[in-house]
């Protein structure tokens, strides 16, 4: 089957695979080798975690990308258009590209069920083999061991903060989670854990492999000043003052370090040469929507895609560092295989008044799913929408100036807010 549109393509990859999750490396294994894939003549850096994946990947992109460095980019899930999965020098590949890419997909694949990921992830290496890119930064989309992504050897293995999420998927528990996420690293290879407290498994799997891992506050570290930072490791190597990031939220910096780490890895092959200036260019231009993003105004928004209890704590500690001249609003609503009460409970001490909608994708939830946790915890300042865009656009005009809006619980919620702050902006234009 093959298309001549990318939307074409996407649909029927969407009706292919009658399960929109189906962990394993034998499908994928066997098409990549079918495309000649399995041995790319670039490094590849694979992250994977909880959270902070998608910010480490673009500190990464963006310093490498400073020092002079052709850099492939994949990751998931995309905010408003599938091209943001694929990039090259920070720019989405067009639609003609990942058509052509899924062409050749389409032929190697025989009668093999792909799934959605897994067309995006071999389509991802296809283009970054067209394009000789110098290195490829791959971000994992669910787990480690078992995830797409990992069909392919990493180089060096990033493993960020790690949290409990897709419990169905990975497990209950930290320890569990954690042997998942340790599936990237590879024998004889280095790996960074920018997590400060690693689970067990996560070193003890390093161990086994054998793995070099280098871990937060263990083997390196950074130190918070007013207008700066320093990031030290133990191999006498350090970067004083350096520029901070230029995303926001206090968990940044903890991404920040690792992301530092993986650098100074890459600073000791000698094909590599990350100067200081490209590390404090990419901290400065480094941009990544939806996470703790935002926009000023009358009506101060918030934006970010917190949907696990880690994040949420991690949202909470950064609201918690802004200074709010009123009420704050939360416009939310989440999937409903996650964890909404636990996240409703850590976010209670920061909102003032909740308004809740649902979202048309499959897994949402209800309206009593997301209002049934509220009740439980006694709140009673809550109100409902039909969608998240009829909530913002009520919420914008009826709220006083100095009020808040937070918007957090799915990247599906959060792309309904940029596509109406993309409309309106665009209107507003026209006006003009």
């Excluded at 078992?146 to 790690?162: E, K, Q, R, S, Y």
């Excluded at 890459?266 to 926009?295: C, D, H, V, W, Y």
């Excluded at 940029?418 to 309106?424: A, G, M, S, V």
């Amino acid at each position: 089957m093959h298309f001549s549109t990318l939307q074409q393509w996407l649909d029927w990859q969407n009706s292919l695979n009658p399960v929109e999750i189906n962990l394993g490396l034998d499908r994928i294994a066997i098409v990549a080798q079918n495309l000649s894939l399995l041995s790319p003549a670039f490094p590849i850096i694979t992250v994977a975690g909880t959270n902070g994946k998608g910010s480490s990947v673009i500190l990464l992109d963006a310093i490498l990308s400073a020092a002079g460095y052709q850099v492939g980019r994949y990751t998931s899930p995309h905010l408003l258009d599938y091209n943001e999965r694929i990039c090259i020098n920070n720019t989405a590949v067009n639609e003609q590209e990942i058509c052509q890419a899924f062409d050749l997909i389409e032929t190697a694949r025989g009668k093999l069920i792909l799934t959605y990921f897994e067309f995006a992830t071999l389509a991802a290496m296809l283009i970054f083999n067209r394009h000789r890119v110098d290195i490829a930064i791959l971000e994992v989309g669910l787990g480690g061991r078992l995830d797409a992504v990992n069909v392919f050897d990493a180089d060096i293995a990033l493993v960020t903060a790690i949290g409990i999420d897709h419990t169905d998927w990975l497990g209950t528990d930290r320890e569990t989670i954690g042997f998942e996420k340790a599936g990237i690293l590879r024998p004889q290879h280095s790996a960074v854990c920018s997590d400060p407290k690693p689970p067990q498994s996560l070193i003890k799997h390093a161990q086994q492999l054998p793995t070099t891992l280098y871990c937060q506050n263990r083997d390196f570290s950074y130190q918070k000043r007013d207008n700066n930072w320093d990031w030290n490791s133990n191999q006498e190597v350090g970067f004083s003052n350096l520029t901070l990031p230029n995303l926001k939220g206090h968990f940044q910096l903890q991404n920040a370090a690792g992301v530092l780490m993986v650098i100074q890895l890459l600073n000791q092959n000698s094909s590599f040469e990350i100067p200081k200036l490209a590390i404090n260019q990419g901290l400065k231009t480094a941009n990544l929507s939806g996470r703790f993003q935002i926009l000023t105004g009358k009506i101060v928004r918030i934006l970010d895609v917190a949907h696990n209890p880690l994040a949420a704590h991690e949202l909470v500690e950064s609201l918690q560092q802004q200074t709010c001249q009123a009420q704050t609003h939360a416009l939310v609503s989440m999937l409903k295989d996650k964890a909404i009460g636990e996240v409703f409970k850590i976010m209670q001490p920061v909102i003032d008044c909740w308004h809740i909608a649902t979202l048309n994708v499959p897994r949402a939830a209800t309206i009593e799913q997301l209002s049934e946790p509220l009740a439980m915890l006694k709140i009673t300042q809550v109100n409902t929408y039909n969608s998240i865009n009829t909530a913002y656009k009520i919420l914008l005009d009826k709220l006083p100036a100095g009020d808040r809006i937070v918007v957090f619980g799915s990247f599906h919620t959060i792309a309904e807010v940029l596509r109406f702050e993309l409309d309106d902006s665009s209107e507003a234009n026209s006006v003009e």
